[in-house]
């Protein structure tokens, strides 16, 4: 069975910095890989996903993601942070085959300082 | 118009009593799923239903139950609702073979 790490509950940067919130995933095969983010009394909001090819994936409010196999670790990365991406942030991994179902990280705590 | 709506958005309930939280959708997706939200523990899949005729436990599906009356539309119950259920449900959907789930603004369960 998969399952997610997420090792930081709660990260703050300034605005400008930037961001890595690190996710660690277990499975034995290649991973269907997510980050959502949760603002907050939301739900939750598709970032970005990885599915396969290309190692460094783009999403939406200008986020991105790196898959490294040989980490196990899909981590996220924001050049410059701005005060609205103040949110939780959650890890999910999906398994290619049976119920395909997502599994979900703790989630990380942004909080950006001004 | 929000594509998933889950109803009610609050709710207080005593120990004891039977509830439901309701979700529609209007993606025309297939698959529907209910969660909890807990602090800390992230979220944790309650059931999941891949057609009207398919339900399916997940991880913590003990004092829950559910219903697809429709495709568009998964009610999650609460027979007997006890304080540790207090927690934050989401309702999410996706389509056929692709795994990215859209949720629902969730419901706000607190159980005296």
């Known amino acids: 069975a998969q399952s997610v790490t997420q090792p930081d509950i709660h990260i703050t940067v300034s605005e400008g910095a930037s961001l890595e919130l690190r996710c660690n995933y277990s499975?034995?095969?290649?991973?269907?890989l997510f980050w959502y983010v949760q603002s907050p009394g939301q739900g939750l909001q598709l970032l970005l996903k990885?599915?396969?090819?290309?190692?460094l994936v783009q999403g939406i409010k200008g986020f991105e993601a790196e898959f490294k196999r040989s980490q196990s670790s899909f981590n996220l990365r924001k050049p410059s942070v701005h005060w609205s991406d103040a949110a939780e942030y959650f890890c999910?991994?999906?398994?290619?085959?049976?119920?395909?179902?997502?599994?979900f990280g703790q989630g990380t705590r942004l909080t950006i300082n001004p | 118009d929000a594509d998933v709506t889950q109803t009610p958005r609050n709710r207080i309930t005593k120990t004891g009593k039977r509830i439901m939280l309701e979700c529609s959708q209007t993606?025309?997706?297939?698959?529907m799923y209910w969660y909890r939200q807990d602090p800390g523990l992230g979220l944790r899949l309650i059931y999941y239903?891949?057609?009207?005729?398919?339900?399916n436990k997940g991880e913590i599906s003990d004092g829950y139950s559910v219903s697809r009356q429709a495709q568009a539309k998964f009610s999650l119950s609460l027979e007997s609702a006890i304080p540790n259920q207090t927690a934050l449900y989401f309702c999410?959907?996706?389509?056929?073979?692709?795994?990215?789930?859209?949720f629902g603004p969730g419901t706000r369960l607190t159980v005296t």
């Open positions: 993606k025309g997706h297939d698959r």
């Open positions: 990885y599915f396969s090819g290309d190692t």
């Open positions: 999410a959907t996706s389509e056929g073979q692709h795994y990215e789930q859209y």
């Open positions: 499975y034995g095969a290649t991973p269907y």
């Open positions: 239903s891949f057609d009207v005729k398919d339900i």
């Open positions: 999910a991994v999906g398994a290619l085959t049976g119920a395909q179902k997502l599994v």
